[in-house]
């Protein structure tokens, strides 16, 4: 069995994630079979009802776990398949432990961190590491020194130990500042952290130095002399802008190479061609197209991180540059609408849980339906697409969601258990992955160019089917529901330039190399509509302008 650790040290938020995701994605390269493990030492069993405005986005596994958004870019960068095994907390391992105790599993015996955390903590690592995989890479959230870390610094200690250092690897990512008013790069922050690093009992073989500009020979001869680590062991992890070129800073600098070495493993030669035309595309983009994302959580866009990634990965299979234009929802009005949204090619209404900003999303929609401008709603976003239609198409001016106002006479969409004769089915949501069935000639239908998809879910409210009757007589489609007709999974509206709503969560789903079909069927229909309302000398005016404007 072979093991990366990877850990931070001085700041978090340095690319923990990103950093082991990429050593992944160069060992996949050579031929090798990785799989990846995400350890978070806070208190919360999962990170499924903390707030995305302090966590970011909660990532959806096929098997229906709430995970870190950390998987999210395990996911996009290699091909892991990720489950519940692959996301631990501190709440869920102490959640063991108590059952265990409770049980009398410990025959009695005083439940200590250790050895019986630890143990714990081993075990859950030691669980994926099955025989069709290569390597494991098990990243511990936080920052080295952090007290609640303690217990899975010892874990991984203990790991070295026991499986033999030519079968671990540490690799700790840290910070070089740099220092504007000297003029120069500070190693000492790095060096305090491989300190404390080493008071726990392990010595990182890899540093990973988070830097604005290039380590120099002379300070990456200082770290590994003050760190004892080898100098070419030394990498620098320049800022870029797109983390999907850091694979290939990494192999500039034979992380991969280093890697195999320590660990004993003869592998293939390197292949990333497919990578480097992807970031080709990256760089060279035949245009822009501006997508207007329409949500609640705009303030913090983590909260998005897998949405963001995904308009992205649509974009490139166009060789097209996406530009996201945020938007509050709380912020568009009827009288606002057309201001808020006119430079935009498309709209897109995210999830989210809550009633705030409900109606800034319905006039969005209503913009977007009105004006033939090409609309994507998911999840929430799907369902106020269809609340938007009711009302205004159809004339039911009072339908709603029990989630926005739970009094309401006509409930286009009510929770999982108000469903007459369905069980609750062991929460309050529906998660991970589900069979939908789609209907032939419909833009899914064409998008995926199959009968039937799986995708990920995480919701908590249903459309109620006894409308179906009103949304279907004034023109709306219902293009997707599960196999046993029990579920709505899409909806679209025929005539509109591309108009459609999914209950699920395709982005959980879009890699870079493999976009999500049905983002990049809505940024052809984007781009489509930027190109039909702007002239040349428009376009290139407005190019401009968006440089300055939108991120």
Known sequence: ???????????????????????????????????????????????????????????????????????????????????????????????????????????????????????????????????????????????????????????????????????????????????????????????????????????????????????????????????????????????????????????????????????????????????KEMLDRLTHPKDDVVIGIVGKYVDYEDSYKSLKESLLHGGLAHTLRTRIKWIEAESITRESASRELADVDGILVPGGFGNRGIDGMLEGIRYARENKIPYFGICLGMQTMVIEYIRNVCGIQDAHSTEFEPAAENRVFFKLRELKGIEDLGGTMRLGSWPCKLQPGSLAHEAYGQDEVHERHRHRFEFNREFDRPLLDHGMRISGETPDAMYVEICELPGHPWYLGCQFHPEFKSRPLEPHPLFVEFIRASYKYRQSRLSEDQLNEERQFLRTRVQ
């Open 1 to 275: 069995m072979k093991f990366i650790f990877v850990t931070g040290g001085v700041v978090s938020s340095l690319g923990k994630g990103i950093a082991g995701a990429s050593i992944g994605n160069l060992l996949e390269s050579r031929g090798l079979t990785v799989t990846m493990q995400k350890m978070d030492p806070y208190l919360n069993v999962d990170p499924g009802t903390m707030s995305p405005f302090q966590h970011g986005e909660v990532f959806v596994t096929d098997d229906g776990s709430e995970t870190d958004l950390d998987l999210g870019h395990y996911e996009r960068f290699t091909h892991s398949k990720l489950s519940q095994a692959n996301n631990w907390t501190s709440g869920r391992i102490y959640e063991r432990i108590l059952a265990k105790e409770r049980r009398g599993d410990y025959l009695g015996k005083t439940v200590q961190v250790i050895p019986h955390v630890t143990n714990e903590l081993k075990e859950a690592m030691l669980k994926i590491a099955t025989p069709d995989i290569d390597v494991v890479i098990v990243e511990v959230g936080g920052t080295v020194g952090d007290i609640e870390s303690l217990p899975f610094m010892e874990a991984m200690r203990q790991m070295r130990h026991e499986l033999g250092r030519d079968n671990v690897v540490f690799v700790h990512v840290t910070l070089v500042p740099y220092i504007a008013a000297a003029g120069e790069l500070k190693t000492k922050p790095t060096q305090h952290s491989v300190k404390e690093l080493r008071a726990l009992g392990i010595q990182p073989d890899i540093l990973v130095c988070r830097t604005e500009t290039d380590l120099s020979r002379e300070i990456r001869e200082k770290i590994s002399s003050f760190c004892d680590v080898r100098k070419e062991a030394v990498i620098a992890a320049r800022d870029v802008d797109s983390v999907y070129r850091i694979p290939v800073n990494f192999a500039d600098q034979k992380v991969d190479e280093i890697v195999l070495e320590l660990l004993k493993i003869e592998a293939k030669p390197r292949n990333l061609e497919p990578w």
